[in-house]
């Protein structure tokens, strides 16, 4: 994935993000959360999609609180289910760093389609399995590219995340790990993720 930040954070806020981007290195990524520090990192247009996604802050806490009654309503009957399409955000430190839309499949597959460009490759899969009653993991794998194009490894994406009681929203954690083209470690970084689930209304 290869969308970027909210907002810019603070020079001191990102000198340890300059030094993990000297050590590995920026590339551009097929479906990958974009390293800290990276060129492509601020991208001004995600402010636009995440302020045209996002209600008034009035209507916005009435519909949480009527979600909240339902969700506590279901959650006495059934789990939730994480089936389904979801309107998801990552962030790192606090900042949104992409935002897509996310299928968990029954058969324990996902294909998620974020907002890098189509030709770097903005759809990739991955694979989930539930951890508990309302918790779930995900690994999900893409490959990693250089500024000309060239293949220069893979990128994983890990993600532990619990379901809200009535199972329409999810939060949680991410890691993404970066391999070479022979398997070697190439660096990590984490973030969070929050997930509303898109319906038919």
Known sequence: ??????????????????????????????????????????????????????????????????????????SEQTPGSIVGLWQITFFYESAVVDVGFDVWHNDGTELLNDTPPPATGNVCVGVWAQTGRNTYKLKHPSWTFDNNGNLTGTAVIRENITLSPGGNKFTGTYTISYYDTSGNPAGSFDGQVQATRVTPD
């Open 1 to 74: 994935m290869q969308g970027t930040i909210i907002k810019k954070i603070s020079s001191l806020a990102w000198m340890p993000v300059a030094a993990f981007c000297l050590t590995f290195g920026t590339s551009a990524k097929a479906c990958d959360v974009p390293r800290p520090g990276s060129g492509s990192f601020f991208v001004p247009e995600l402010a636009s999609i995440a302020a045209a996604q996002a209600a008034s802050p009035q209507t916005r806490d009435a519909e949480d609180a009527v979600a909240s009654n339902r969700e506590a309503m279901l």
